[in-house]
């Protein structure tokens, strides 16, 4: 007895740095660290991290071309209403295995909560660096509340669906730190969890759409529609669906050797059955984009400058991805669904920027000279981009996200 | 053991399950949910929801703007300079070279003039005074997620700079393109627009720009009198008028009016504006909030016992 | 005391003179046959606003000529701001062209109040009257691009200057 206190309290510290360095001596860790990748993003970051200081120091003139047109730009429009979407990973995978019972899709159903966890995280942090007085972020939670305002629910869901979704995460951080009883207790909360997520997020991914129905004249007609919030649901399901796919890919390409057989084994079959359902969610979405032209008879302005944008857009980026994805499936070729997803992804970045940014405002003089970010703001969204990467990469690297810790094996969850 | 049906537009217990058991077909509930989802959210929004104009505050005041009779003297931006603190402008007041180019409202000015020319009579240009219109339904208002902005009894919009936390949604959602953000600061940034002079007219005073308007161009009082007074010109003068008064109808009205010789599309006043005040559009799906909060946990719910049970039987 | 009977004489030429309504073109020439010019106001003081700037010295004799017909600043009859027949006159058919009851033209002053008033919010303030009288011709005073020359330039001293001899 005595001596298993003494060993733990001796270790103890030890224990904890061997985890964090996942088992190596600090000298072989360190010599790890040095990849082309680690030193580009280090670059980058010397640049970004001092730039995020100076819009704090200075104010947000100094890093953003935000003007009092053009009230909103990359910072937002990146992070906040595409990065949300991308994040709807968490919500479409725990609903697939643990609500419609897609049992065999369990193995990527820790990877896309925590893809959807950081997604979200982020997104508020880009939220604390756009928005004027950062330090005030909880207002619409606890001070001063407005609901008449569509932006109060994004609040409100933003922060309750972060908490949701670190509790869906928790059993894996718990797994990683060796928390037994505390990991029986999150895990008898899953289902709970899931579908108050999916709620929340069948909410505010439409409420992010809703909130441009504030603006029916400053976006341009052929974004604009009254239906936008379905539109920008129905497309965070297949964007979370192409994202696990995108996600997963990488992962088990870059960080094979923390995947177990289960994960890898299966990945192909599974990304096939992901991509099965992510191209029938998007010809769904499709069939509501021509709907959404018809419903304001707005086929006269397909054959303007920016109808041609707007054919880009649903043609080449929902409607062939679509196609390439249903050829894949019919093909069972996963390289093919692969990039497919890939393809449709930057289909749905597109489409967000389209509505927040490219169309907002489009018939004021100086409008492209206006929504073109300078430099700074771009190297501020690239920074946040590459801290994101090596956050979940550490998370990847140490805890049991794509495989089953050993010691859980019997109450896998 | 899925048993197809054919009818399966709701299906629940219609479905190919046995009698006197809760099975279900998956197919059927996935089919379900959607009809219903998809009702929900593209939620008919009532005509119960619908706002009724707004009718209290008969005393409420407005600003009639007779763009005849402007002549460009920017005497309004200068006093409104004067009566808010405004920092000294770059350009001074009597500098006539910044009719240019077209300006807006700013972070250091509550209103500008801009020139136009006038096509009735090329010698005499057109000048707009431009700046935050106090709608009757304030689009700002409802778009402000922490309330920073208040429609007052007696007509203006106020902005409340100590709990806004700078989201800048104000400013998408506003038709008339009026707030402005201080985005020079780090530490007080704030939304920046004009107050109508509400000390001054709670203190029984009318606002500074109407005051110095050296040819009576901005007329204040009672939003209906001036309403009235409008139509009475429009009426008396039918050749000098076009027969509009903007600001009477549109977004469902604002307490800034305007009357003008040229029609107002021509002078850059947005024509695309609805009659119901835009926060009518959002009303739709704000009401769809709490039918998903009841509807998806049951459907939810169910679905996953049906799985379970699926499950259970093998 | 004089300065009344002689607007009065000249008002009653031009009601006589002026047959039909406002047609400011003839009135000059018949006025100058036999007006009694010399008897009307030469400069006269506006200097009921003086706060800002100075009173305005205002060559009423040298507008006479120029002006067309009196009612062109003076809006007492036709025109497009003239107030209704009865507010000077008593309606009396026989009588209607000589009989007016209020036999001078009135200063601006006695219908356009000096500050604001709620309950007349259609009738300019007397500022406002001013100006407008004024600018209707010298356009050029508000209108930009054309003559940058400012209030204290044109029309106005500047009430520190006005101080200073």
């Known amino acids: ?413 | 053991m899925e048993k197809p049906v054919k009818d399966a537009g709701g299906g629940s217990e219609r479905g190919g399950g046995k009698v006197g058991k809760a099975t279900v077909n998956r197919r059927d509930f996935l089919r379900g949910m959607a009809v219903v989802g998809g009702a929900a959210l593209l939620g008919a929004p009532s005509d119960a929801e619908a706002l009724h104009d707004l009718t209290g505050w008969p005393d409420r005041m407005g600003m009639l703007t007779d763009l005849t009779e402007c002549v460009g003297c920017r005497s309004c931006e200068s006093a409104c300079n004067a009566a808010n603190g405004l920092p000294a402008p770059e350009v001074p007041f009597d500098e006539k070279s910044v009719f240019e180019r077209k300006r807006r409202p700013t972070a250091s000015a509550y209103t500008v003039v801009n020139r136009y020319g006038n096509p009735k009579n090329p010698g005499n240009p057109i000048y707009r005074k431009v700046q935050c219109n106090h709608c009757e339904e304030p689009s700002c208002a409802s778009a402000c997620p922490v309330h920073a902005y208040t429609k007052t009894p007696e007509g203006p919009v106020l902005y409340n700079k100590d709990v806004c936390f700078g989201c800048r949604y104000c400013m998408i959602a506003c038709p008339y393109y009026a707030p402005a953000y201080d985005y020079e600061s780090a530490l007080e940034p704030k939304v920046v627009k004009c107050t109508m002079c509400y000390g001054r007219i709670k203190a029984g005073g009318i606002p500074a720009c109407a005051e110095s308007c050296p040819v009576g161009a901005i007329t204040f009082g009672k939003r209906e009198k001036l309403l009235k007074i409008a139509r009475n010109r429009i009426r008396k003068f039918p050749d000098r008028y076009v027969d509009q008064i903007y600001g009477e109808v549109e977004a469902g009205g604002t307490s800034w009016l305007y009357l003008s010789g040229v029609p107002f599309g021509q002078l850059d006043y947005p024509t695309n504006l609805p009659r119901r005040p835009i926060v009518e559009n959002t009303k739709g799906f704000l009401s769809v909030v709490p039918l998903v909060l009841t509807l998806w946990p049951a459907l939810l719910g169910l679905c996953y016992t049906a799985n379970r049970n699926k499950e259970e039987e093998g | ?165």
């Open chain 3, 1 to 165: 005391m004089k300065t009344k009977a002689v607007l009065t004489i000249a008002l009653c030429w031009m009601v006589a003179i002026t047959a039909a309504p406002y047609a400011g073109t003839e009135a000059p020439t018949a006025r100058q046959a036999g007006s009694p010019k010399g008897k009307m106001p030469g400069t006269v003081l506006l200097g009921s606003l003086a706060k800002k700037y100075g009173p305005v010295k205002f060559d009423h004799e040298k507008h006479v000529g120029t002006a067309g017909s009196c009612d062109a600043c003076h809006h007492q009859h036709g025109g497009e701001q003239a107030p209704s027949c009865g507010g000077c006159h008593t309606i009396d058919a026989s009588s209607f062209r000589k009989n007016v009851q209020l036999g001078r033209i009135r200063p601006c002053r006695e219908c356009h109040s000096a500050s604001y008033n709620a309950g007349k919010l259609d009738r300019p303030t007397l500022s406002a009257a001013y100006h407008r009288a004024c600018i209707k011709c010298h356009r050029e005073v508000g209108s930009v691009g054309t003559d940058p020359k400012g209030c204290t330039e044109m029309c106005h001293e500047n009430s520190a200057q006005a101080k200073t001899p």
């Open chain 1, 1 to 413: 007895m005595n001596d298993n206190c003494l060993v733990k309290e001796e270790t103890y510290p030890a224990r904890f740095l061997s985890k964090l360095m996942m088992g190596m001596p600090l000298s072989e860790y360190a010599r790890k660290l040095v990849t082309p990748f680690n030193v580009v993003a280090v670059i980058i970051l010397c640049v970004g991290l001092p730039l995020i200081g100076l819009r704090f120091w200075k104010g947000l003139a100094t890093v953003t071309h935000a003007s009092n047109e053009y009230p909103w730009s990359i910072l937002l429009g990146w992070g906040l209403f595409s990065g949300v979407p991308l994040s709807a990973t968490g919500y479409v995978m725990a609903t697939a295995v643990y609500i419609f019972g897609f049992k065999k899709y369990h193995p990527l159903v820790r990877l896309g909560v925590l893809t959807g966890f950081m997604g979200y995280l982020f997104a508020v942090i880009y939220l604390l660096i756009d928005i004027g007085r950062p330090w005030r972020i909880y207002y619409p939670m606890a001070v001063s509340f407005g609901p008449t305002s569509v932006l109060f629910l994004v609040a409100w869901h933003v922060a309750t669906y972060l908490t949701v979704q670190l509790l869906e995460f928790s059993p894996a951080i718990l797994e990683w730190i060796q928390a037994r009883r505390t990991r029986k207790w999150a895990i008898m909360i899953t289902v709970g969890m899931t579908i108050g997520g999916v709620i929340l997020s069948t909410l505010h991914q439409s409420a992010l759409g809703a909130l441009f129905l504030m603006a029916p004249g400053k976006i341009h007609p052929l974004w604009y529609s009254p239906f936008i919030p379905v539109f920008f649901f129905i497309s965070s399901i297949y964007a979370g669906l192409c994202m696990v796919i995108a996600v997963s890919t990488v992962a088990a390409r870059y960080l094979r050797e923390k995947a177990d057989s289960p994960f890898l084994d299966s990945l192909d079959e599974l990304t096939v059955g992901l991509g099965k359902a992510a191209c029938a969610v998007m010809f769904v979405y499709f069939a509501l984009r021509v709907i959404g032209v018809a419903h304001d008879d707005n086929w006269a302005l397909l054959s303007s400058s920016y109808g041609f944008w707007f054919l880009t857009e649903v043609l080449l980026f929902v409607l062939l991805p679509c196609l390439v994805l249903t050829f894949g499936v019919k093909r069972n070729s996963a390289t093919l669904v692969r990039l497919g997803a890939f393809h449709a992804i930057a289909g749905v970045i597109l489409t967000r920027l389209n509505v927040s940014i490219l169309m907002f405002n489009w018939n004021l003089p100086g409008h492209f000279h206006a929504i073109v970010p300078p430099t700074r703001e771009v190297f501020i969204v690239l920074s946040i981009i590459i801290l994101h990467i090596l956050i979940f990469r550490w998370i990847l690297n140490r805890m049991p996200v794509m495989r089953e810790d050993p010691a859980y094996l019997e109450d896998r969850h």
